[in-house]
């Protein structure tokens, strides 16, 4: 709809690419957010975009996938792997992967290979020499960061406008989105709003904290200076079951670094390694956790040893109840809409999910969003209305 006024709130890779979409589509569009375009995990991820194992997500995944070779194709300076590096999910024994492959025999395009050491090694000659692997056919390395970047700079070109340094709500009257509110009491009006704030969406719409289908789940990774870094996405067995909503009442004293869980994972793009990964409820130091996360990885690439740290980061996923996003119109607020909750999959399937959202907002009557993503699968908040 040419001219429709509409407020994105949130600069990750779901806010940037609606901004993008909607611009694209005609829309006057406002993106505002608060602190820095992929500031939270769409630039703090593991650099890499891979398959969500979750049928849910697997068109999203793939539509992705076609987004962002259509954009390397362009002149924007945005690359992507024109085929995927391959994931290798690592254990110490056959049992687990035998387990998982079977698993995996529902994604065919993963087509999931089981490999003892030797294969392995022939594979990755900086692995451990006594580890088993999967390998899956999928992990696009890209810089954390590239992604979000290559849409805000997308949507800018489309005639959005992107107001960075002030947080946002929505403003509500008589039941129905007005705007946005930001702080210091400016009010940006508009017919339509989406909520892209991650895992601090909830909160934009339910102040009062009661309302969390959508919860934080922080990570916290290292970028090394690798001589010979790993050609595939490494993991260690059983990452994805970490990917799982976390209590919403964070621990009262959470683990010291020390004791802290993590799993192995590391991936190369652009010439910057990245490993991690913690989830966890409640923010970690992550200076302190970074050279923890290299020591406890050489258990599985023995070259960690002695690479050197360039910078540690942590950032808080935004994990919905039951691992998929909620996305489109708020129930009881017309104008409203959300697009949030990914997990760890936002780089991997955020772009086609904030296409979802924007077909629901431009096209009321057109395509719906699939049942197992729309966001009325949760009780409704109770929005307060709150109008300057």
């Known amino acids: 709809m040419p001219g429709t006024e509409v407020v994105v709130i949130g600069g990750g890779i779901v806010g940037t690419s609606a901004a993008a979409f909607l611009a694209e589509r005609g829309a006057s569009v406002t993106l505002v957010e608060r602190t820095a375009i992929g500031a939270g995990a769409s630039g703090r991820n593991l650099g890499a975009v891979q398959h969500p194992f979750d049928p849910a997500l697997v068109a999203l995944h793939e539509e992705t996938v076609a987004m962002y070779r259509e954009m390397a194709s362009g002149t924007g300076g945005f690359a992507f792997p024109a085929e995927p590096a391959g994931l290798l999910m690592l254990a110490e024994d056959r049992g687990p992967l035998a387990a998982q492959a079977e698993g995996f025999h529902a994604f065919a395009e993963l087509r999931a290979d089981l490999l003892e050491p030797r294969q392995t090694r022939s594979l990755e000659p900086g692995l451990a020499p006594d580890l088993w692997s999967l390998r899956l056919a999928t992990g696009y390395p890209v810089p954390p960061r590239a992604a979000t970047t290559a849409m805000a700079e997308r949507a800018t070109r489309a005639g959005a406008r992107i107001e960075i340094g002030a947080a946002a709500v929505p403003a509500i009257r008589r039941g129905r989105v007005s705007g946005v509110i930001l702080e210091g009491l400016r009010r940006i009006p508009a017919d339509l709003v989406l909520v892209a704030a991650g895992p601090w969406s909830p909160y934009l719409l339910d102040p009062s904290g009661t309302w969390l289908p959508i919860v934080a789940t922080w990570g916290a990774t290292a970028r090394l200076e690798l001589a010979d870094p790993p050609h595939h996405v490494i993991e260690e067995a059983r990452v994805e079951a970490v990917n799982r909503p976390v209590d919403t009442e964070p621990e009262a004293r959470p683990p010291g670094p020390e004791a802290t869980p993590s799993l192995f994972t590391l991936a190369a793009a652009a ?118």
Request: charged letters at 20%; one cysteine or more; proline letters at 10%.
């Open 271 to 388: 010439g910057v390694s990245t490993i991690g990964s913690t989830f966890l409820a409640s923010e970690p130091d992550h200076r302190v956790l970074g050279p923890i996360l290299v020591e406890r990885g050489m258990r599985f690439l023995p070259g960690l040893r002695g690479a050197r740290i360039t910078d540690t980061r942590a950032c808080a996923r935004p994990q919905s109840f039951d691992g998929r996003p909620l996305v489109g119109a708020i129930p009881g607020v017309g104008g409203l809409f959300m697009a949030a909750g990914h997990g760890p999959w936002g780089i991997s399937c955020g772009p086609a999910t904030s296409r979802l959202a924007v077909d629901a907002m431009l096209d009321p009557g057109g395509s719906a969003v699939p049942a197992a993503l729309r966001a009325e699968r949760v009780a409704a908040p109770a929005i307060p209305e709150v109008d300057a």
